[in-house]
């Protein structure tokens, strides 16, 4: 792993606890679900956290914008170290020095790497730690996987949204049912002060007719698990066919501005032949553009909703997401007083391993 630390830079964050203490609900599909009603996807940029921008693989001595919430981020390497500053190479040679809040007026951003992705510190630096980097127990710390399991995907709205979209696991139903279709399904639902987590089990799903040869069965259990860090927008997803495949990627929601989200996705399947691991990421591409068809025209009809107080209809798979907004609405209305902080149950470092595969 390589960290580059400004001067200026905290690089000791303190810890009072980092057990997790989760509000965790398991619910049938017969149970119904409230949550709050005024939510507006883009209206606010939380901050102080890490986003992972870009896959290090992409980032050369040619400079690469990836903006977080409006504000310009160029990340290149000098001499094979990263950089990330508020203006491109070309511009600081040319005079030109933006100097907000977000570098400490120095111009450069915090920046480490990690899990084959380049991490930029959005907030203040001073506060900036690299053990508040998310854990991701599904891929290596120190190095990228091939290019072929690595994606990169534009969704035309707020990263609040593609968030509840891969909360709602239910939406594969309709509109990713060339994929999968799961019925009778057991909704999980866990939350800290900055994560949440939906888990759907399922037992006994039919394995189609074409791949019941190869896996010696007609049937299989079934678990999908999405774990969302709220304030930066990272999203975890790890999936369990037995007998059959393990689904395990990283979905980041970056949030480049209120209508527009960048997501540089890394696929790792297991228990697949080569051939099959090798081609599947290729899917993805396919149903990004299915949920940005629907994702689209969602920013507008929610601030509409709100402003005319349309009622917010939900069903039992709504949990997750209604969990979410509740998260994010609470961590928006500490950030508005001030309080950036991280409370003892949400550290974003800390090890999520059983949580997200058996939780």
């Known amino acids: 792993m390589t960290t580059t630390t400004p001067a200026h830079m905290t690089t000791e964050h ?23 009603a005024d939510f507006r996807p883009g209206a606010f940029a939380l901050r102080d956290a890490w986003f992972p921008v870009v896959h290090t693989r992409l980032v050369g001595r040619r400079s690469v914008l990836r903006p977080i919430h409006g504000q310009p981020i160029y990340l290149w390497r000098d001499n094979g ?40 510190w959005y907030g203040n630096p001073a506060t900036a730690s690299l053990d508040l980097i998310p854990h991701l127990p599904h891929l290596p710390v120190d190095k990228s996987l091939p290019r072929h ?30 994929q ?4 009778g399904s057991e909704i999980r639902v866990s939350s800290t ?21 190869q896996l010696k069965a007609e049937r299989q259990d079934f678990r999908m698990a999405t774990l969302v860090h709220v304030r930066s927008g990272v999203c975890m997803l790890y999936g369990s066919y037995e007998p059959g495949m393990s689904v395990r990627m990283l979905h980041p929601a970056n ?38 068809w629907a994702l689209r025209p969602q920013n507008q009809r929610y601030l509409r909703a709100v402003a005319e107080d349309e009622p917010d209809l939900n069903s039992p798979f709504d949990v997750a997401s209604l969990r979410y907004r509740k998260v994010y ?28 595969e058996r939780g």
């Open 14 to 36: 303190p810890r009072t606890n980092t057990n997790t203490n989760t509000n965790t609900a398991v619910l049938p599909e017969s149970r119904t679900a409230s949550g709050p």
């Open 81 to 120: 170290v990263l950089k990330a500053s508020e203006d491109s190479p070309k511009d600081r040679e040319r005079g030109r020095y933006r100097a907000s809040e977000f570098t400490a007026g120095t111009g450069f951003y915090p920046v480490g790497e990690r899990y084959g992705y380049a991490w930029v």
């Open 149 to 178: 399991f690595l994606g990169n995907v534009v969704f035309d709205c707020s990263y609040e949204l593609v968030c509840d979209n891969l909360l709602d696991l239910s939406h594969a139903d309709l509109l990713h049912s060339w």
């Open 180 to 183: 999968q279709r799961v019925a």
């Open 193 to 213: 002060s900055e994560t949440v987590m939906m888990a759907r089990v399922a037992g006994g799903r039919p394995i189609a007719k074409a791949r019941r040869r």
């Open 255 to 292: 949030p480049e501005s209120a209508t527009r989200t960048r997501t540089p996705v890394t696929f790792n399947l297991q228990r697949l032949s080569p051939l099959t691991r090798h081609l599947s990421p290729l899917a993805g591409h396919l149903t990004a553009r299915q949920d940005n």
């Open 329 to 356: 609405q609470d961590l928006v209305a500490r950030q508005r007083l001030g309080d950036y902080s991280y409370r003892p149950d949400g550290d974003p470092g800390r090890d999520v391993t059983a949580e997200i």
